[in-house]
């Protein structure tokens, strides 16, 4: 039985060591976080396997036998590093035929259909965006409870208790009073702000216009984010107010400012750990500032990478 060498003992070793302190270091709850990123390295795995096999499939008879030809161009300099050329084209061709394979079945089955909306309303109304990835994970925190749930990226998700009722992929809402009346309408208040961009959209017909719902997204982030555009986490920062209101987070980053050691100008172990919302439980046991925290890390820590390719 073979000794294992050195390195493959040494690499092994401080992998495990990687991923124990990945998951001893993890933000979210049962190392959500490590788990994923565990997932895409076992993904790039499956694409260089199938890249390798793809490769020994198509040049399975005797004439491209490897060996055969490898020893035939070992007996020329420029022979062998031809081959070494010829065999990198051919795999680097096969992994880039696999690989955007591998993650495709990570993302939602409805990004496939509003991913692209997505994209063209972010394009038209946002196109300075330095990461539009965060706007895809922002549809997926407010639509999606699992990547399964048939809410997921689905125009008709809709939320309603006998407070509110959150409508489609941004979950716009209106909250109602005890007796039934509406104690505040965001729709109503985004027609107002964006009257030509949202032309038309009203409760009426909220749910049959995903394209409607992804560009109040858009626009939403955007004016969230250009408040705080000259802190070093602004989109961190716009994030948080789009869930939570621009002016709260304004208020968090003042009282971060007056603690000794805090940064106001980053979300992430500073501004996040000061908040000032309600901590009252109202979905779940959640208050209005675990909501609110969960946000940000969600969109930014867990959600976002898997649509890095896909929103570029």
């Known amino acids: 039985m073979k000794t294992p060498r050195h390195r493959s003992l040494f690499l092994f070793g401080w992998a495990i060591l990687a991923a124990l302190a990945s998951f001893y270091t993890d933000p979210d709850a049962h190392g959500l976080s490590t788990l994923l990123g565990g997932l895409a390295i076992v993904q790039g795995v499956w694409a260089v396997a199938a890249a390798h096999w793809g490769r020994k499939a198509l040049t399975d008879y005797p004439e491209a036998d490897q060996r055969s030809l490898f020893a035939k161009a070992a007996e020329s300099p420029s022979g062998a590093g031809l081959a ?13 035929v696999f690989a955007p394979r591998a993650h495709a079945g990570t993302l939602p089955a409805g990004f496939a259909t509003y991913g692209p909306v997505l994209k063209a309303e972010q394009r038209r109304y946002w196109p300075g ?8 994970a922002l549809i997926e925190q407010e639509s999606c409870v699992s990547l399964k749930s048939p809410r997921c990226w689905n125009p008709s998700a809709r939320l ?19 007796d039934r009346s509406i104690r505040f309408d965001a729709l109503a208040e985004l ?24 560009r109040a997204v858009v626009l939403m982030s955007r004016d969230a984010a250009m408040a705080f555009r000259g802190a070093p986490e602004w989109l961190e920062f716009g994030d948080a107010g789009y869930n939570g209101g621009v002016a709260g987070v304004q208020k968090e980053r003042r009282a971060c400012k007056l603690t000794k050691g805090c940064d106001p100008g980053k979300w992430f172990g500073n501004v996040e750990l000061h908040c000032l919302k309600s901590r009252q439980p109202i979905y779940g046991g959640r208050s209005a500032c675990d909501i609110n925290r969960e946000h940000p890390r969600n969109v930014f820590l867990v959600r976002r990478d898997k649509y890095v390719g896909a929103m570029s």
């Open 129 to 136: 965006h330095p990461d539009p990835a965060a706007l895809a």
């Open 160 to 178: 309603k208790s006998a407070r509110e009722e959150g409508a489609g992929m941004g979950q716009i809402t209106r909250g109602y009073r005890a």
């Open 84 to 96: 070494l050329i010829a065999l990198a084209i051919v795999f680097v061709g096969l992994l880039m």
């Open 191 to 214: 027609s107002s702000r964006y009257g030509t961009e949202l032309s038309g959209w009203s409760w009426d017909n909220v749910y049959r216009r995903p394209d409607l719902q992804l």
